[in-house]
């Protein structure tokens, strides 16, 4: 294992230290006041009536979730352990913390740590501090049903678009209810799929999770590496990307044109999982751009770097969003976020 | 070699598409408008008046140069074949292309190839196309004097900043001299050094550059796998921000309190080689922060993530820049490029 670390159990809390030192529209809270763990949060107060929007799992996946608090996006995020969900109590501080009496919107990926976390923390929320909470689930990994840590599909790239499309809507006002049913629209609206060249190596442990033949791919893997659709020979970036393009595109929200419910307008990311160079995104994303025109989808917006990365993997994930004109003018809604920025 | 290409030979025209298609303010011009080669610039004419910058080197360090190419920062780019110099055919095609009249400042990192290619291009600029050039060298990598492909100092982070800063003077419509001047500035007070724990393999081969011990860290490296200072055991987060802020604040410029010239306020970048996952940047970061708070050293602004990679190399660099009010206000101007954008 070669990492710039100090220690293994200093990972995650010398990672958030960094981050706030980097970004001081961004807080760090640990301790009591985070129920034992730590969560960040936006400096600034929630302003009245706003709903609130509190994202959260484990770490490794950065900039994912705290990457994507500030203005216009998320206002809290917790994060766990590398690959290990938060813990309820660190929900509820974050809850808590950012409520402005409006309540909070609780996007969390589909894990099964994450979600009866996320469970219970919403319980303990609702009963115990009187907070109203709205809870979206995001499910948009194509590649699997039912994973070594999942029920049903694995939550991934279409995250940072539920907290993009649902944060704007949130800024604006939406009410608690208005704001979550958005949420769940982005996530029903985008599919992702993944490939990996090879493994990660998470700080504690001195070798990567799984190991993969210098001519073999992971074909569909998951964001802590969980097993795909198959190992494949490796192939070209015009050939990996039709893969990746064939399995989110045979999903009816997505099918457009003669067979399908009209015109298909999409935002398109091409995310790399760690290691992978940005040049070679764009290698993939020229080919992503290519095959959707051939088959009457329009890219309207698009992201290619790293955004939902599994610590030194090598790989990149596809995710396709099928917008509306009200999803995407709340997507170029002004944010100011560490990893998201524009309009501010 | 395990990357997502087509074929190593279109792997820089097939990124340059791909950068393209995702970015729109972009066009990428090819074949006999380019020189032969091929150059990215903003899709906007340039404004009557306003001094275009133009920067270029070889390909492989994404986002640079293309990624900064945009409203407040370059007026075109140059990208050679991986880790190898643009030809001045190019370079000229680029600043006839976007000279509105007022001229074109280069903005040359400080490798031999480049140099004399810029130098060249600049030559038939003026003479043959009646172009007025001026050129900035940038050469802040403190770790070696004279390394495999530069005399004196090598060019690395600073080139960002140079680009940022003299970027946004010329949007405001400052002469020619005057931004070229701020960008010499710029780079007068900016200081780089680099920590690699891996070597980088290019697309044409099927192994890296140069191989490091599992135990070991090339302390001082170049963005080309350049030898740096020496080979060292790997050492904690702490202790890499320490050397690599040791060498930095060894320079003049960048000595304040009671020794210096009074109090110092810099820009901090802390910059992944390409497979450095974002959260051990962090983790660096968060030293640094700690580090500089202690020896005076403020810090005002700060970028934590890929700007100046290596291909796939893991590894980071460290740059700090001395500013001003001036220049942490022109940092601060509006920017719409595909790697830095705020304010637009």
Chains 1, 2 share one sequence.
Not at 20 to 29: E, F, N, Q
Not at 39 to 54: D, E, P, S
Not at 147 to 171: D, F, H, N, P, Q
Not at 237 to 251: C, K, Q, S, T, Y
Request: with cysteine; proline share 4%; net charge negative.
């Amino acid at each position: 294992m070669k990492k710039f670390l100090n220690t293994p159990d200093s990972y995650v809390a010398d990672s958030l230290a960094g981050l706030a030192a980097a970004h001081p529209l961004l807080t760090v809270v640990t301790g009591a006041d985070a129920g034992g763990a730590g969560f960040v949060r936006r400096a600034a107060a929630t302003r009245a009536g706003k709903v609130a929007l509190v994202s959260g799992g484990g770490s490794g996946h950065e900039p994912l979730h705290a990457g994507f608090v500030g203005v216009g996006m998320l206002d809290a995020a917790c994060p766990g352990e590398v690959f290990t969900s938060p813990v309820p109590g660190q929900m509820l501080a974050a809850a808590q913390a950012v409520d402005s009496g409006a309540g909070v919107v609780f996007v969390v990926k589909n894990y099964t740590g994450d979600v009866l976390n996320f469970q219970m923390a919403a319980e303990l929320a609702v009963e115990d501090a009187g907070i109203a909470v709205e809870t979206v689930l995001v499910d948009d990994d194509v590649a699997v049903q039912d994973s070594t840590w999942t029920a049903g599909r694995r939550g991934t790239g279409a995250t940072l678009m539920v907290e993009k499309i649902a944060g704007a809507l949130a800024e604006r006002g939406a009410e608690l209810g208005v704001v979550a049913e958005m949420g769940r629209r982005v996530n029903a609206s985008a599919r992702s799929f993944a490939v990996a060249l090879t493994g990660c190596t998470t700080p504690a442990s001195s070798k990567p999770g799984f190991l993969l033949p210098d001519d073999e791919m992971e074909v569909g893997v998951g964001i802590h590496g969980e097993p795909g659709r198959r190992r494949a020979k490796l192939a070209s970036a015009r050939e990996v990307a039709e893969l990746a393009l064939d399995a989110i595109l045979a999903e009816p929200v997505l099918a457009g044109g003669a067979a399908g419910t009209g015109p298909v307008e999409v935002i398109a990311m091409v995310n790399g999982l760690g290691a992978t160079p940005l040049s070679e995104l764009y290698i993939l994303f020229n080919e992503v751009s290519r095959l959707l025109s051939g088959r009457g989808v329009s890219v309207v917006r698009s992201l290619v770097g790293n955004y939902v990365t599994s610590l030194d993997m090598a790989g990149a994930s596809f995710t396709l969003c099928r917008v509306d004109d009200e999803m995407l003018e709340l997507w170029d809604a002004p944010v100011n976020t560490p990893a998201l920025r524009w309009g501010l």
